[in-house]
């Protein structure tokens, strides 16, 4: 049996400029926006948690990682289902200035809440969730306000 060959699978980054602007409702964008929030989280958590426990790795590091998965993850999910946008070079480069706004956002608020409490169970958990809400609730109003209106 001769096995069938396989499609190539669409290149993400964007090729070309298109018009953009979403027929997507406010509503179902925050439901989405919110379940694709919180898949993104637990990737970037679970690694985060990982190389912070496991691997050893500094804080920073660790949750800089761990960020870095999530916000990719959650950037590919929003683009093609949150907000169902084109790929463009616009928005690509836009995104990828929002992500750097608030991955200094979120990496910061962790680093000094981590740092500034006790050494107790809740600390890192606590950290991350008042961090990653910071971050969410920027990324969702830039984006819908700004990017995948360009």
């Known amino acids: ?32 926006f919110t379940l694709t929030g919180g898949f993104s989280a637990i990737v970037d958590y679970g690694l985060y948690s990982l190389l912070l426990g ?9 949750k800089s990682i761990g960020f870095v998965a999530g ?45 500034t409490f006790d050494e107790s169970w809740w600390r890192q958990p606590l950290a991350f969730v008042v961090a990653q809400g910071t971050a969410t609730v920027i990324n969702f109003v830039v984006q819908r306000t700004v990017i995948f209106r360009l």
Request: net charge positive; charged share 15%; hydrophobic share 50%.
């Open 1 to 32: 049996m001769q096995a069938e060959p396989h499609l190539p699978l669409p290149v993400e980054l964007p090729l070309v400029d298109e018009p953009g602007g979403t027929d997507v409702g406010l509503k179902t964008q925050i439901v989405r």
């Open 54 to 62: 496991v691997v050893g790795l500094p804080v920073g590091v660790a």
């Open 71 to 115: 916000t990719t993850t959650a950037y590919l999910i929003n683009r093609r289902w949150t907000f169902q946008a084109p790929p463009s070079r616009v928005r690509f480069l836009a995104v990828v200035a929002l992500y750097l706004v608030t991955f200094a956002v979120q990496v910061g608020i962790n680093q000094v809440l981590y740092h």
